[in-house]
């Protein structure tokens, strides 16, 4: 979809590129949260005294 909304940025419709990639930028970064997440919980070599 971002590729095909490549061709209708120079009409002026950039929404059409724009929301996919910006979809896909969440979507990357919420997955590495929740990777993150669960290797705080599940690695007990990570976690520190107090």
Excluded: C, H, Y
Excluded at 4 to 22: D, H, K, L, R, S
Aim: proline residues 4%; without cysteine; glycine residues 12%.
């Amino acid at each position: 979809m971002i590729r095909q909304g490549t061709e209708f940025m120079i009409t002026g419709q950039w929404w059409v590129a724009i929301f996919p990639g910006v979809a896909l930028i969440f979507l990357v970064f919420g997955l590495n949260l929740f990777g993150d997440g669960l290797q705080d919980i599940l690695d007990p070599r990570r976690r520190t005294s107090k």
